[in-house]
């Protein structure tokens, strides 16, 4: 990997990671009024699989989406504005957190139903075959998704018709304040992809390198026409599952387990190796942090200053 | 409604050729469903489609509805138009969240920056013992969803233009058919053509009671019609066609003229579209109304599959002329009621639509 390269997967994590501690912070203020799933901990997988894709590669994300939505080129203002509920919006105000879209870019959608956007991304896969497209489908999920049936419908469907889509299980080990061991018996999740007849890989999530080299080589394999490609990567999830706080208080994990959980910070993680080969990297992060202020302060403002929708726009688009 | 010398199709032809002439049109329709390519065919209307149009264009599925519904709205969503077929529409119970979460929310909650072109047919069963999960007919819980169309042809000439017409709407569109509505013919035209899926249509004339009949019940409310006013009782006889959205202007027209008004629906009672259609138009024509509007409709209690039971399930002819009279204020003994009965009731086996119809149910 060039040092561009490598400063350029930083950037994008470090970008994410402001810009939702901005958010978390402005939450208080009781205007952004939605629910909102913060992903901070778990940046390296959006940005490490979201490197090697195109922008005609379509991404679909889930109830927490802002990284992936972020990481594949969604607009920022649009993004902010959604969660104040403004025209403006990437929804108009229809969607908040949990709906985020950005077709220029190629999120086609993110939702908050688990398992929902599993099957449309195989959809989007297999329009891509029938209509002779050269791109592949990307979608994100947790490992609460290996408990839905059409986490397993869209698998076998994926695997019979060799479509170029690639799965991405994020494993933060709870939906919501449930262990994985309370849900799934012991076993490994990407054994089971590997069941349903598919490539499979599994790697650390916090290591964005990682992630981008086992994602590289998958999307490489389902271009080519080696049918689907499943991920799971593990990570950490360090807020409280909806909403902007730390939750430590809830003693539903141990302090321990905390403690090793920040401390495989991805972003601390990457800087402190390329540190290694570029003592200069923390003028670098300087730079970027400053780059990141303005555009988060720009977006709060485009946000801020933009039109709200009526209850009149609410009764209209129902249909096409 | 024949007219000798024009082609007469059955309601299966029928949307058999819609499919076919809808596929030959756009190269982006396509067709998935358990059975579609097989030997049966989803009784016959699914025939020498994957001769015609190929492997890549006409499939079969895993049984998997949630799964395959996202995954025809994924394709959907990204240029295609599936079309795609459950044999009853028990089966499609399995695929709610797909269908109320995102094939009929995508457009609105997205701000319209996409839409779902898709079209999902269902079969409702009814007859030989189909049972408690073969022949439901859940119009009403599709139809409570915004987003989604559901329509319920009852004429084949309505189920080729309104099926041409589903397949180019950019919305999702529930396609109800009534699997006893296969078989009976109707003139259709060779060449395309489209019908509104927003529109009711007045088949019947009649001034003293109107009837709003879904799907099938619009078959056994036009025999009523026609034996009622050969004994001088106008029945005006309008075919929903749509059940989202509900064409209530066509009725409340009526039952201005009429002032009574029976709703026969193929649905369980209560929570129905036939309950949906009284209510607006209580609300809307309360003035012209002379009489408490009626339901004919299946009895809430699951559909028994021994005939023994099922016998007195369903709604006749004659169920809908009893109701028709009662709502005219007219007794039995004001009209000739023996001849009205050996014109409507039907002989047993009741379980089967005619004598000459040996299945597949």
Known sequence: MTPTNSLALLQAMLRIRRIEEALAVRYAEQEMRC???????????????????????????NHRAHGHYLAKGGS???????????????????????????????????????????????????????????RVSVVFFGDGCFEEGVMHE???????????????????????????????PQRLIYRLAEAHGMTSYTGDGNDVEEVLAIADRAVGLARQGNGPQFIELHTYRWREHCGPNFDDDL????????????KDCPIVRFTAKLKQSMPTIGAEVERFEAEIREEIATAFDFALSSPKPSSEDARTGIYA | MLDSGKRTLSYAQAVREGMDQAMERDPNVIVIGEGVPDPKMIFNTTAGLREKYGAKRVFDMPLAENGVTGICIGAALSGMRPVMVHQRIDFALLAMDQLVNNAAKWHYMFDGKASVPLVIRMIVGRGWGQGPQHSQSLQSIFAQVPGLK?????????????????????????????????HVTDVVPEEEYRVPLDRAKVLHRGNDVTVAAFSHMTMEALQAARALGSQSVGVEVIDMRSVRPLDVGTVAE??????????????FKTGSIAAELISQIAEREFASLKSAPKRVASPDHPTPTSHFMADEY????????????????????????????RELCRDRPLDIPNRNFSGPF
């Open chain 1, 35 to 61: 629910p909102m799933h913060l992903c901070i901990g778990q940046e390296a997988i959006a940005v490490g699989v979201c490197a090697g894709l195109s922008v005609k590669d379509v991404v679909f994300g």
């Open chain 1, 76 to 134: 920022l203002n649009a993004l902010v504005a959604e969660l104040y509920g403004c025209s403006t919006g990437c929804c108009g105000g229809r969607g908040g957190s949990m709906h985020l879209i950005d077709l220029e870019a190629g999120f086609l959608g993110s939702t908050p139903i688990v398992g929902g956007t599993v099957p449309l991304a195989v959809g989007a896969a297999w329009a891509a075959v029938l209509k002779n497209e050269n």
């Open chain 1, 154 to 184: 869209s698998l076998n469907f994926a695997a019979l018709h060799r479509l170029p889509i690639i799965f991405i299980c994020e494993n933060n080990e709870f939906s919501v304040y449930t262990h994985l061991s309370e849900r799934q």
């Open chain 1, 251 to 262: 003693n539903y994990r141990s302090e321990a387990e905390i403690e090793n959980g920040l």
């Open chain 2, 150 to 182: 559901v329509v319920m042809p009852a004429t084949a000439y309505d189920a080729k233009g309104m099926l041409m017409a589903a397949i180019e709407d950019d919305n999702p569109v529930i396609f109800i058919e009534h699997r006893w509505l296969h």
């Open chain 2, 254 to 267: 009526s039952v201005r003229k009429t002032g009574r008004l029976l709703v026969a629906d193929t649905a």
């Open chain 2, 314 to 341: 369903y709604p006749e002819p004659i169920t809908i002329a009893d109701a028709v009279l009662e709502l005219a204020g007219i007794e039995q003994n004001g009209i000739d009621y023996p001849r009205l009965q």
